[in-house]
């Protein structure tokens, strides 16, 4: 994609985001995007103010909303609801707030100010004087911090960044040079806590999507401090994106410790995330412009699930120049491999893996149970078995441990300890150890075919049984069929358990799976969300579907299961 293709796609998706949420603005002000799954996600939607500004200011081909009074007017009752119910113009004394919209509201003044009322001017000018003060009281509560995650800095990694990144900006804005001599070390110690393959923890290992949106805040920092240490993570962080995501530039979901694969409201943003640091890698030029071609190809309908997406497309139309290039993206067969998890492409296959423990954090919802070992990708089907962590729920894991009653045992028993990949055969295999039984896995393509090859041994402490889970690629709404001639559509009225065992395929007329020994499939299983307070589940829309073999436990055991892309 060209550099003048990728702007026009950009402000023809920035233009569509606007006119979808312009009739969705509630009566206080806010834009009511669905899924309203909670606060912060309304919160969160709010940032399109950001987009219709850049709209309000920039004549451009398509653009129906320059100098458009109605559109004006709505994003200034939209700011109006983050000053109040956002608490912009009365931000908590801990300074924890709503930083990525404050970042909108410096947006909407930089690009949009003039034609704002003098009333509002003034709000914002006092909301951003009241919230340099405390977001520089929080930032001196970490100057002696050492170790950078959740734990430590009361929040996600990723928000960590984003309030660094919104003190500095708010400084520049209101050119406080004595907070940013202060922020500078503390920018650079951060910067260094990063791991070396280009991901900052959260809680124990990579998050992959929280990694981009920390890459994102981050990068805007590295213009506001252009140093070398700023400059050297910045690349990293590219790294770690480009090496650590499926070929369509999605990232790999087994080893992340927060996102779930199909996570609605971040579907499009992923696309977007971390393209400020994109300028300082020598790849990242190109891949930019094929993550926006990408984008211009899964955003083909008039629904939008999240706004979001609009605050970083102004900020790649605000890049455009550092962004420019005249070389194309091509995927390769590539390998990379962190601590405990990694990747390895091969010809049309790829296969994400990990084999990290769990670092619990009793009664907090938003950190994963590492139950899933592994994600698997071929280039026609794309995702092929979503590995999708989840939390609370071991039945569902790659392999589920199972006590003599027929009862799931301890949920520790259904997570991995430790692990490591060996190169051999195929793309490899990855050799994972639990408290009682050691599991071995080798992924072996033919063609379009690849075959799972699973070894399992007791140690320790022999369970009576085990149970593989693999979560197949078949979705809400698909036809499902099978070798004895069953056919099912997934719908909220067709809950599909083929109870007898099955001993042929299933397939959704694209990806067909089979096994050597008998499976049960079930539908639809609703994984947990960290997103969904109270009851923390996602929508039938988002349901899994299973496919489960027995293993028993108390014996050496060996089976094979099998993926057929159909032409």
Not at 84 to 105: I, K, Q, V, Y
Not at 132 to 137: D, E, G, P, Q, T
Not at 149 to 167: E, K, M, P, S
Not at 312 to 332: C, G, H, N, Q, Y
């Amino acid at each position: 994609m060209s550099s003048s293709a990728t702007e026009r796609t950009l402000r023809g998706l920035l233009v569509r985001g606007i006119a979808y949420a312009l009739p969705r603005q509630a009566s206080e002000g806010e834009f009511l995007i669905a899924p309203a799954i909670n606060p912060y996600k309304v919160f969160y939607d709010q940032q399109v103010n950001a987009g219709i500004a850049y709209c309000l200011s920039h004549r451009f081909a398509g653009n129906p909303y320059f100098h458009h009074a109605r559109a004006c007017a709505a994003m200034e009752r939209s700011l109006s609801y983050m000053l109040d119910a956002g608490r912009l113009a009365t931000p908590a004394a801990d300074g924890g707030l709503e930083h990525r919209n404050l970042r909108a509201s410096i947006t909407v003044v930089r690009l949009a100010g003039d034609l704002l009322t003098p009333r509002l001017r003034r709000s914002l000018a006092a909301s951003h004087q009241a919230c340099l003060v405390v977001l520089r009281k929080r930032m001196r509560r970490y100057r002696d911090v050492t170790v950078f995650d959740a734990r430590t800095l009361d929040t996600g990694t990723n928000h960590f960044w984003g309030y660094l990144a919104i003190t500095a900006l708010l400084a520049r804005h209101l050119e406080d040079e004595s907070v940013l001599a202060e922020l500078l070390p503390f920018a650079e110690r951060f910067a260094r806590a990063q791991d070396r393959t280009g991901h900052w923890t959260e809680n124990a290992g990579p998050t992959s999507v929280y990694t981009r949106v920390s890459a994102h805040f981050m990068g805007l920092v590295a213009e506001v401090f252009p140093t070398a240490v700023m400059k050297r993570a910045a690349r990293r962080a590219v790294d770690f994106q480009i090496d650590f995501s499926f070929p369509d530039g999605s990232s790999i979901e087994c080893f992340d410790e927060r996102v779930q694969a199909h996570e609605s409201f971040y579907g499009l943003s992923q696309y977007l995330l971390g393209l400020t640091v994109m300028p300082h890698h020598p790849r990242g030029r190109e891949y930019f412009a094929f993550l926006v071609d990408r984008l211009s190809r899964v955003c083909g309908g008039k629904t939008f699930a999240s706004l979001e997406f609009t605050h970083f497309i102004v900020d790649a139309l605000a890049r455009m120049e550092s962004l420019r290039t005249p070389a194309a993206w091509k995927p390769a067969d590539a390998q990379a491999h962190g601590d405990g998890f990694g990747t390895v492409r091969t010809g049309r296959w790829q296969v994400g893996y990990q084999a990290l423990p769990t670092r619990a954090w009793p009664g907090n919802p938003f950190f994963l149970d590492r139950q899933s070992l592994f994600s698997l990708w071929h280039d026609r089907a794309e995702r092929v078995v979503d590995g999708s962590n989840s939390k609370r729920q071991p039945e569902i894991g790659t392999f589920a441990a199972s006590r003599d009653d027929g009862a799931f045992a301890d949920p520790v028993e259904s997570l991995p300890i430790r692990g490591r990949w060996r190169r051999g055969r195929g793309l490899g295999t990855l050799v994972v150890d639990y408290r009682s039984f050691r599991a071995e896995l080798a992924f072996l393509p033919r063609g379009d075919d690849l075959v799972l090859r699973v070894r399992t041994r007791p140690r320790g402490r022999p369970l009576a049984r085990l149970l593989l889970n693999v979560r197949l690629p078949f979705r809400f709404g698909q036809r499902v069929r099978s070798e004895s001639g069953a056919t099912v559509v997934l719908d909220e009225h067709a809950p599909v358990e083929f109870t007898a065992l099955q001993s042929g395929w299933i397939d959704n007329r694209s990806v067909r799976f089979s096994a050597s020994t008998p499976f049960r499939a079930t539908w639809p299983y609703l994984p947990f969300s960290s997103y969904r307070a109270p009851l923390y589940q996602r929508e039938a829309a988002d349901a899994w579907f299973a496919a489960t073999c027995e293993i028993d436990a108390r014996k050496p055991a060996a089976l094979e299961l099998r993926w057929r892309i159909l032409p």
